[in-house]
């Protein structure tokens, strides 16, 4: 069994920065990607960011040069690097790794405004 576990979240006003980290533990015997999802209150969740073991990135075009994606493979933790963050950002961020399936976290809300 995988365990995630997410911290960073918060309130920032628009323009301020946070970074979202995300730890996977447990039963894991390769991570071949982690990403991160978000949830605004009446939509749908959407992907914002994903990073595949290899290195190798996607960016939703609604954070692409604003965000920033990496993963520690020693440690199984992927990190979100949010910059410029505006309003329609807020949401509850997930995220996710793949291993043989996908397992989510529990989710850490982001909160953009003045």
């Known amino acids: 069994q995988v365990q995630l576990v997410e911290s960073g979240g918060g309130l920032v006003q628009p323009g301020g920065s946070l970074r979202l980290s995300c730890a996977a533990s447990?039963?894991?015997?390769?991570?071949?990607?982690m990403g991160w999802y978000r949830q605004a209150p009446g939509r749908e969740r959407e992907l914002v960011a994903y990073i595949s073991s290899s290195g190798i990135t996607n960016y939703s075009d609604s954070v692409k040069g604003r965000f920033t994606i990496s993963m520690d493979n020693a440690k199984n933790t992927v990190y979100l690097r949010m910059n410029n963050l505006k309003p329609e950002d807020t949401a509850v961020y997930y995220c996710?790794?793949?291993?043989?399936?996908?397992?989510w976290g529990q989710g850490t809300p982001v909160t953009v405004s003045s």
């Open positions: 447990g039963s894991i015997f390769r991570v071949n990607a």
């Open positions: 996710y790794v793949f291993t043989t399936t996908r397992t």
